[in-house]
């Protein structure tokens, strides 16, 4: 059973940092997608960062240059280092997999191609 487990999260202020990781278990695809997505209040879920399994990344527009988003050697740990966080990066954020599948549509960053999806950790940024 695929489960995906998410921690790191928590509150800081505005310019502060935070590590966000995934613990991955279950699955044994040399192939995938895997990625972050957030949701604030009120809001949709959209896409922050994307890795597929060849390394290549893609990150949402609004995150380019402070968010990056890594897997330790054994690709069983998916991170997100949050640098230079803003009050509007607040929210909900999970981890998301899709299983034995790359391609391009990978950096899309929409929700609906991914099968698997952790419970959620919080990040709260003050101003």
């Known amino acids: 059973q695929v489960q995906l487990v998410e921690s790191g999260g928590g509150s800081v202020q505005a310019g502060g940092s935070l590590r966000l990781s995934c613990a991955a278990s279950?699955?044994?695809?040399?192939?995938?997608?895997m990625g972050w997505f957030r949701q604030a209040p009120g809001k949709a879920r959209e896409g922050v960062a994307v890795?597929?399994?060849?390394?290549?990344?893609s990150y949402a527009d609004s995150v380019q240059g402070r968010l990056t988003i890594s897997q330790d050697n054994a690709k069983t740990t998916l991170y997100l280092q949050m640098n230079s966080l803003k009050p509007e990066d607040t929210g909900m954020y999970y981890c998301?997999?899709?299983?034995?599948?790359?391609?391009?549509?990978?950096?899309?960053?929409?929700?609906?191609?991914?099968?698997?999806w952790g419970q959620g950790t919080q990040v709260t940024v003050s101003s």
């Open positions: 890795i597929d399994s060849d390394g290549f990344t």
């Open positions: 279950g699955y044994r695809y040399s192939t995938y997608c």
């Open positions: 998301a997999a899709k299983l034995g599948y790359s391609g391009s549509w990978c950096y899309d960053l929409a929700s609906a191609n991914f099968d698997y």
